[in-house]
């Protein structure tokens, strides 16, 4: 990593700017994410991905991508005007995901512009993405963990801070892009949290150049959630998001309220290690009922359709440039 980048940075990749209305990169989350919700997404002018492993077979991993392609392709052809923003499929690279040499070839079949890759560094992900000009954006949660996956190729970070939905981390936003921009200015996605326009301008302005969104998605007409899921999202703040490895052997943000319907004690929940992990074809289902989301529930008011969530987004991003434009310099 180049040293005191005093947070300069690199113009962005054109995949990760062009035909963007909104500097967001729409989050996979597990179960949630579907062909639908990335082609709204993507419609809408954000960029959308799920995660390769909802396709729930290595097979259907193809149908999936074909869903897709075709979709925002028929979009394009009706409305040639129209900003569509490329989409993303998340790998995870962890050593128990006995399915990733099949996603992979399956992924490279169909040059996906975009793969986010989680859990391990990209070493194995990066020559065969970049053979076909596609970028690789790898989660982190650690300084340590960016310097390995900058080493291995990756062409820019998601730096998954405190409060973010899923596997977060622990370090505040303002910590990591200071001192990441100190060391590095190329692409980095600031995800913890961020769930209205003005979060996304703070991000921009801290120096990250697109934020990633899951937990607003959620409560969305095309989420793959069921009603009292987006219900609890619309009703939770962030005192109702618990913090724990318990439920995949890596820590996570849940809503307290699943767990106790699930019969469990949100305040006395055993402890695990990482070694309990497991994201292989035969891992257990039986916490599909737990559910996650990030500490910004806070500020989520309703559930609506992507296009509307998206147009908010823009709306309020707008008033946050026009505020800090107007009332932005010390008097």
């Given at each position: 990593m180049s040293a005191d980048m005093h947070g300069a940075r690199r113009s962005l990749p054109s995949?990760?700017?062009?035909?963007?209305?909104?500097?967001?990169?729409?989050?996979?989350?597990?179960?949630?994410?579907t062909p639908e919700m990335v082609v709204a997404q993507c419609v809408s002018g954000v960029i959308g991905s799920f995660p390769a492993l909802n396709a729930r077979a290595p097979e259907a991993l193809d149908g999936w991508l074909t869903r897709i392609e075709t979709a925002l392709a028929e979009a394009k052809a009706r409305d040639p005007a129209r900003p569509i923003a490329p989409f993303?499929?998340?790998?995870?690279?962890?050593?128990?995901?006995d399915r990733l040499d099949d996603d992979m070839e399956t992924i490279v079949a169909h040059q996906v512009p975009i793969v986010i890759t989680s859990l391990r560094a990209?070493?194995?992900?990066?020559?065969?993405?970049?053979?076909?000009?596609?970028?690789?954006l790898h989660d982190v949660t650690t300084m340590r963990h960016a310097e390995k996956a900058l080493e291995a190729g990756a062409d820019g970070l998601v730096l998954v801070c405190t409060g973010a939905g899923g596997h977060a981390g622990r370090l505040s936003?303002?910590?990591?892009?200071?001192?990441?921009r100190r060391r590095y200015d190329g692409p980095l996605v600031l995800a913890g949290a961020i769930t209205h326009g003005g979060d996304v301008a703070a991000a921009r302005a801290m120096?990250?150049?697109?934020?990633?969104?899951?937990?607003?998605?959620?409560?969305?007409?095309?989420?793959?959630?069921?009603p009292a899921y987006k219900t609890m999202i619309v009703e939770s703040g962030a005192g109702d998001v618990l913090y724990t490895p318990y439920f995949t052997g890596i820590p996570g943000n849940y809503l307290k309220p699943s767990i106790r319907a699930a019969g469990l004690n949100p305040d006395a929940l055993p402890d695990v290690t990482n070694d309990q992990a497991n994201f292989g074809s035969g891992r257990t289902k039986a916490w599909r009922d737990i559910w996650g989301a990030g500490q910004g529930v806070g500020a989520i008011g309703s559930v609506a359709s992507v296009a509307d969530i998206v147009a908010a987004l823009r709306e309020e991003f707008a008033a946050a440039a026009r505020e800090l434009r107007t009332n932005g310099t010390p008097r």
């Open positions: 995949l990760l700017a062009r035909d963007l209305v909104l500097p967001v990169l729409c989050s996979p989350m597990f179960i949630i994410s993303a499929v998340n790998l995870i690279l962890h050593s128990s995901n990209p070493d194995r992900v990066v020559e065969r993405v970049h053979s076909y000009g596609g970028l690789v936003p303002f910590a990591f892009v200071g001192e990441m120096g990250a150049d697109l934020a990633y969104i899951g937990t607003r998605f959620i409560a969305s007409d095309e989420a793959n959630a069921p």
